[in-house]
């Protein structure tokens, strides 16, 4: 019994420990203990986890932090330069006191701390994030010997600092994974400049691709304010000691990262419990003007505007031939040299993100007054700013040289005020205007009050006949009796709706149910008795060729039947109205959603996009080949394809539309109709048309769908059609990705975008003989496979001045031959 009693309590001591030592779920490994492959430690608030973990399908076995709540976010990697090949791995605190990583052949170290104790050590996962190697044998005893946030791999968690440690001669940077399923360091790096405020930066390498711009205070002058984000705290730091950026969270449940990806692009999330998945609250390359210098010295861009870059305010584009198509990076040139001793001065520019500010000097004692002084002083310096605008103004920064990344924002809270410096005769350029300017202005505004007055006026009375005229419709729907007027007998079929009728479910034709205006009228939505939604086209009768465009508008539509063609459900002809009733599209037009604000633009993936395209080519391809009549819709674009409820394409406006017979080629007119930019330039030059003019609109509008960005036609810098431009010149230099709506990021299948891009450059080639028909370009963009020909150069017409074009539409409206009107439609969906 004495020997039983004597084992008993060994027995338990060795086994308590065997269970303390291979069990998971503590937060902490004491000396001579071990995790092996299968065990993790869990923080003590169960945030985050320590364990063994392979990247995808690699196979591989690495050391790692991650979420609790997604166990495939990864935020550390202990071994990343160094794998395991199979689940031998055992983390261990050695006998002096180093923290070590082991496995197959037996013994092999495949990372350690580094460190030692003489007195034993302790390591422990923080509810932080941050594994922590401590001296002694408690787990909250004395200083860190060692802890992971000081060798960050891809993310920075809050309590983290970046930026380098003069006492250890260490810089904490961030540097993404090589791919998907290889951690080691990859290209591309995070890291804090200290130089001037202190400024995070992206490298590529060694090339810079993203700035933050610098501290001042508050937040970095080119991120968004940090008001957007209640729930952190940001700090930058800079000392003899150390230089850091570091974030905190002021909710204590608040988890959030923020990460380099191994294409370079950083981003900050926040875990959303409702959703379970992260919620991405900035990046990066969110828009073009993230990327670093996008502009060129002392170049400003603005992602909100249709050219992206623009000079300073006294300066010029160093190279406008580059300039003008839209090759920035060349940036600009003041206009007048400096002279210090013939009044400089400066002109304030606000809610920019200020300039790089490595060549840079900071005025640490130094307020805005003064230090405009010893700026205006030094022939060498070009501009200056508050250096903390949290502190009233205190301290400042003056630039000398380029200044380098700067882009505006389109509220002045997100960006910070800078005094630029300008030539004396720059200055009064910019400055008030004169006195021939303010007549002009007078004059103008007078003018545009009697203008404005006038339609007020022409409106009311309009609207009070309108109205009288429908309530005397509804009274007495006898008096005004729908009439076929013209339209043949083969369109018996089509039903003939009454005016009253219509007047009540559109209810008299109010405004607020006008949901479109086009080139020939006004768009309705109503609602009959029975519940049914229609879009009724109500034709102006200032048109007087409306009636021609609404004939055949009935005789096309009515015999035209496919899913990727609008319906048309009746009409009307009566009481001085001629009415069109369509099928309800409850998502409107296509450009709402290419063109329309963030949300919108979010809705079309990838995917969705493709499907579009597809969808709008099948419905070219009946109207061209496959219908009774062989039809040139010539006005073709985004605001003529509407989508249903599940977002397929219908093309729409039929207005202007020709029949051509089956063996005819092309034809001629003397009317050219159409929208600006995407008319083949053929149509526009001598009114010839064919089934190629609407393979022309298609690849425009492909291209639109693509980028995200309207192909506007001319401006007075530069009058080529931008899009078209900018889309073939990319391609040249295999630089397709950038032509990318912002939205949409890089798809998975990338090969399929650049297939369409290069199908949209075919179709809008200058040469309609070069253009594809509609039965290639579909089976180009089904065929994933097939081998597709190089794209020539694009047509578009180019004046080279102002003057130019308009002496060309002048020229067009006069000649004698012919009378050639350009009609300018804005279809909104319906």
């Known amino acids: 019994m004495r020997k039983s009693s004597t084992i008993l309590p060994y027995c338990l001591v060795v086994s308590l420990f065997v269970l303390v030592s291979s069990s998971s779920g503590t937060d902490t490994i004491q000396q001579l203990q071990n995790i092996s492959d299968g065990q993790t430690l869990v923080s003590a608030g169960g945030i985050f986890v320590l364990g063994f973990f392979s990247p995808g399908d690699s196979g591989k076995r690495y050391l790692g932090i991650w979420f609790a709540v997604s166990n495939t976010t990864i935020v550390w990697v202990a071994n990343r330069d160094k794998p395991l090949n199979d689940s031998s791995g055992i983390l261990r605190i050695d006998t002096s006191g180093n923290l070590v990583l082991t496995g197959n052949p037996p013994n092999t170290i495949f990372w350690s701390t580094g460190q030692t104790s003489s007195v034993g050590a302790t390591a422990r996962l923080l509810d932080s994030g941050n594994f922590v190697l401590r001296e002694g044998s408690s787990p909250t005893a004395g200083d860190f010997l060692w802890q992971s946030f000081d060798h960050p791999t891809d993310t920075m968690l809050a309590g983290m600092k970046i930026g380098p440690d003069y006492r250890t001669e260490r810089d904490r940077n961030l540097t993404a994974w090589r791919n998907a399923t ?69 909710q204590p449940a608040t988890l959030t990262r923020l990460m380099i990806d191994n294409s370079g692009k950083l981003t900050r999330s926040l875990w959303d419990g409702e959703k379970l998945d992260w919620l991405e609250l900035w990046r990066s390359d969110r828009d073009r003007c993230g990327e670093y210098a996008y502009c060129g010295p002392n170049g ?49 520019e606000r809610g920019m993100k200020l300039p790089d500010t490595v060549n840079s000097t900071v005025h640490v004692e130094m307020n805005l007054d003064k230090c405009r002084e010893s700026c205006w002083r030094n022939c060498s310096c070009v501009a200056y700013a508050s250096a903390n605008t949290s502190g009233g103004e205190s301290g400042c920064i003056t630039w000398i040289g380029d200044l380098i990344d700067m882009r505006t924002f389109g509220e002045v809270e997100d960006g910070q005020n800078i005094y630029i410096r300008l030539a004396k005769a720059d200055l009064e350029i910019l400055g008030k205007p004169s006195k021939k300017k303010h007549e002009t202005i007078i004059a103008i505004t007078v003018g545009l009050a009697l ?26 729907g006898s008096r005004h009796q729908t009439v076929n007027n013209g339209l043949t007998d083969e369109n018996n079929d089509l039903p003939l709706f009454d005016l009253g009728t219509i007047a009540l479910a559109t209810n008299k034709f109010a405004d607020s149910h006008k949901i479109g205006k086009g080139g020939f009228g006004c768009v309705y939505k109503g609602q009959f008795a029975d519940g049914q939604e229609v879009a009724v086209k109500r034709l102006s009768l200032k048109y007087g060729e409306g009636i021609e465009e609404f004939k055949t508008e009935v005789r096309l539509i009515a015999k035209l039947q496919h899913r990727n063609l609008v319906r048309l459900l009746g009409c009307c002809i009566g009481g001085g109205e001629r009415l069109l009733v369509y099928e309800y599209m409850p998502n409107s037009s296509l450009d709402a959603f290419i063109f329309g604000d963030v949300q919108k633009r979010r809705l079309l993936d990838w995917e969705k996009r493709l499907d579009i395209i597809l969808g709008i080519a099948r419905g070219l391809l009946y109207l061209h080949q496959d219908s009774r009549l062989r039809v040139i819709h010539r006005d073709l674009k985004a605001a003529n394809i509407l989508l249903d409820e599940a977002m397929n394409p219908k093309i729409s406006d039929f207005g202007t539309a020709r029949i051509f017979e089956r063996n005819q080629m092309e034809d001629n007119t003397v009317k050219i109709v159409g929208t600006i930019g995407y008319m083949s330039p053929e149509y526009i030059m001598s009114g010839k048309f064919s089934e190629k003019s609407d393979i022309f609109s298609f690849g425009v509008l492909v291209l639109e769908i693509i980028s995200g960005r309207k192909n506007q036609w001319v401006s007075q810098k530069n009058f080529h059609m931008k899009l078209l431009a900018n889309a073939w010149r990319l391609c040249t230099e295999n630089q397709s990705d950038r032509l990318l709506d912002d939205m949409l990021g890089l798809p998975s299948q990338f090969s399929d975008v650049l297939r369409c891009i290069q199908v949209g450059l075919l179709c809008v080639q200058e040469s309609p003989d070069d253009r594809p028909t509609i039965q290639e370009v579909v089976l180009m963009l089904a065929n994933r496979t097939s081998v597709l020909p190089q794209p020539e150069k694009p047509g578009f017409f180019k004046p080279t001045t102002i003057v130019a074009a308009a002496q060309w539409f002048a020229d067009s409206c006069s000649s004698s031959s012919s009378v050639n009107v350009i009609t300018l439609t804005n279809v909104e969906g319906r």
Do not use: H
């Open 182 to 250: 290889d951690p080691s360091p990859g290209r591309f790096t995070y890291k804090l400049d200290p130089r001037g405020m202190g400024q995070p930066f992206v490298l590529d390498n060694t090339r810079v691709i993203f700035r933050s711009g610098p501290w001042n205070g508050i937040q970095f002058s080119g991120t968004p304010s940090m008001k957007t984000y209640p729930r952190f705290r940001s700090t930058v730091v800079q000392n003899q000691d150390e230089a850091y950026y570091q974030f905190m969270v002021t």
């Open 300 to 348: 400003v861009c603005n992602s909100d505007a249709s050219l992206a870059c623009n000079c300073l305010p006294g300066f010029r584009a160093r190279n406008q031939e580059q300039w003008d198509f839209q090759n920035w990076s060349g940036g600009c040139v003041r206009n007048t040299s400096l002279n210090c001793t013939d009044g400089d001065g400066f002109r304030l």
């Open 451 to 476: 203008v404005l007055l006038f339609l007020v006026l022409w409106g009311y009375c309009s609207w009070r006949k309108r109205n009288q005229n429908a309530e005397a419709i509804i009274e007495d």
